[in-house]
């Protein structure tokens, strides 16, 4: 047997394959690519920088950048993740992807990953903006751990958007996305602090699995509430697990 013929029947290729060809696929679809790079870039600069600040008060900058970071992770799971399954599995896809010689965790691997990658990007650029544009000084361990959080950040929301994706069809999904997507970021207070928004937002912001994922953001360039960073962790946790097997029992009962 020859070298290619190695590489070919690797195990690790068909994944290797399949997320390389996700992210390709999505990465020629302007309709995702551009309102997941753009919106938090865009949002981050007109409220993290021009009203946030000048670049010798950076605090608000800062806490934004944490914020508009799981904003914009959370757009890239939901949609990335939620609109493609409910399309998919509308049109037949799935079905097919299971009748082929491939493993068959394969096609939820390659989206997890495209998901985090464009996590990455989005990362990226808001850091970009915030070091050049707002001022914003924070340490090397604080930038790979804000970088760490928004990248992982992304599975519970992949979760979300897998189970979302069984749930309806694909013409409806980005609407549904969409009402779901948007007020769970602001009653989390990911586009303004909770302290400028009514009180009773507050009290309910806990209940958004985006809200701990902010505060475990807010935790690393020191804007959290105070509250136990596990406690954050734990909550993601149930919620990514809970929504998974949600999701599961969907499709082994569409099967």
């Known amino acids: 047997m020859t070298m290619i013929d190695l590489q070919v029947h690797h195990p690790w290729r068909s994944y290797v394959l399949e997320a390389k060809y996700e992210f390709l696929r999505l990465w020629r679809t302007p309709s995702f690519v551009l309102p997941s790079l753009l919106f938090p870039a865009v949002f981050y600069t007109m409220f993290g920088v021009l009203l946030g600040g000048s670049r010798g008060s950076s605090g608000m900058a800062s806490y934004m950048l944490a914020t508009y970071g799981v904003f914009g992770i959370m757009g890239a799971a939901l949609f990335g993740f939620g609109v493609s399954i409910a ?3 509308e049109r037949g896809f799935l079905k097919f992807k299971r009748a082929l010689p491939m493993p068959p965790g394969a096609l939820l691997i390659a989206k997890m990953v495209m998901a985090m990658l464009f996590a990455a990007l989005i990362s990226l650029i808001l850091a970009l903006i915030a070091i050049m544009l707002a001022g914003v000084e924070l340490s090397l361990l604080q930038w790979l751990l804000l970088f760490a959080v928004n990248v992982l950040g992304v599975l519970p929301f992949c979760a979300l958007g897998l189970w979302i994706g069984t749930l309806i069809g694909g013409q409806a999904a980005p609407a ?3 009402l779901l997507y948007l ?3 602001f009653l989390s207070g990911l586009w303004m602090p909770l302290s400028i928004l ?3 937002i507050g009290t309910l912001a806990p209940i958004w699995p985006s809200h701990h994922l902010a505060q475990i953001a807010l935790k690393v360039v020191g804007r959290d509430a105070g509250n ?4 954050h962790f734990g909550v993601l946790a149930v919620i990514t697990l809970a929504c998974f097997v949600l999701a599961r029992r969907r499709l082994a009962v569409a099967d």
């Open 198 to 200: 009514p009180s009773f």
């Open 176 to 178: 549904v996305v969409n």
């Open 228 to 231: 136990s960073v596990w406690l």
């Open 183 to 185: 007020p769970m970021a």
């Open 87 to 89: 399309i998919e599995r």
